[in-house]
């Protein structure tokens, strides 16, 4: 059984923003909650600043205190280490949200995508309804909606329950790459089995000195960084699985 983990290169990210852009479409995500984000920072002084940008996500930790936390265990491990949540089992208590020191699980307060049922015009007299948007692309409740999600979650997350980053686990289970990582053009994540010597993940993490966020309260995230700067290259490669 493999172990996943995701290594991303901070060097070859440009911030284009198109790992958050793909994830909601790939996982129905609603408007107002994030399985991918990211850090942003400026630092120093006009004229001379820096600006940084570190992606985020579930960090599918090998000690989740999510999971640990969890009373009816709808936050639970699987086998090749993603950390997965049952939304049938979640009883919105939200002591995993508490629980996390990477604040990337969210609640739901509301239906979903309940904007896009809205028949209120943007712009009376001018633009049409979000409904009307939907009826006219043929949309199921979203103008995007994609059906596979539904393999191992509900397609759209109902009110009351958290949800959060699954590695993608219906299109890995297929032999997949997460749908982040596959939709990177700059190649900054790569995704791999953390217990193959060989696995392109196990060569950079070898190659380049990685961190993790937050590495002393001894969660052992699976997701690595490397590179801010580093001269040293390598060839460009998405992992696999």
């Known amino acids: 059984m ?16 198109s790992c958050s ?12 909650i994030y399985w991918s984000h990211k850090i942003t920072e400026t630092s120093g002084t006009f ?13 599918h930790c090998t ?26 089992k979640c009883i919105g208590c939200r002591y995993c949200m508490i629980n996390c020191p990477y604040g990337v699980i969210y609640f739901n307060w509301k239906d979903g995508h309940s904007t896009w049922k809205s028949d209120n015009a943007v712009i009376p007299g001018v633009t ?16 995007y909606y994609n059906p596979e999600r539904n393999a191992t979650l509900p397609d759209i997350r109902p009110k009351g329950v958290v949800e959060k980053c699954t590695f993608c686990d219906h299109r890995v289970i297929r032999g997949k790459l997460p749908r982040c990582v596959e939709a990177c053009p700059a190649d900054a994540r ?6 193959d010597p060989n696995s392109h993940v196990n060569q950079l993490l070898g190659k380049f000195r ?6 002393a309260v001894g969660t052992e995230p699976a997701v690595y960084y490397i590179r801010d700067f580093s001269a040293a290259g390598y060839p460009r490669t998405k992992g696999g699985v």
């Open 63 to 88: 000690n989740p205190p999510c999971v640990r936390g969890c009373p009816t265990r709808a936050m639970h491990k699987l086998d090749n280490g993603i950390t997965m949540h049952d939304p049938k």
């Open 190 to 195: 790569v995704f791999g089995d953390l217990d």
């Open 2 to 17: 493999p172990r996943y983990a995701m290594v991303i290169d901070l060097q070859r990210c440009v911030g284009c923003g």
């Open 128 to 143: 049409g309804s979000p409904a009307d948007e939907v009826r006219k692309v043929g949309g199921k409740g979203t103008p």
């Open 21 to 32: 852009i793909s994830c909601r479409n790939e996982n129905n995500v609603s408007e107002g």
């Open 47 to 59: 004229p001379n600043v820096r600006f940084h940008y570190i992606p985020t996500l579930c960090n």
């Open 210 to 215: 990685p961190f993790r966020l937050k590495e």
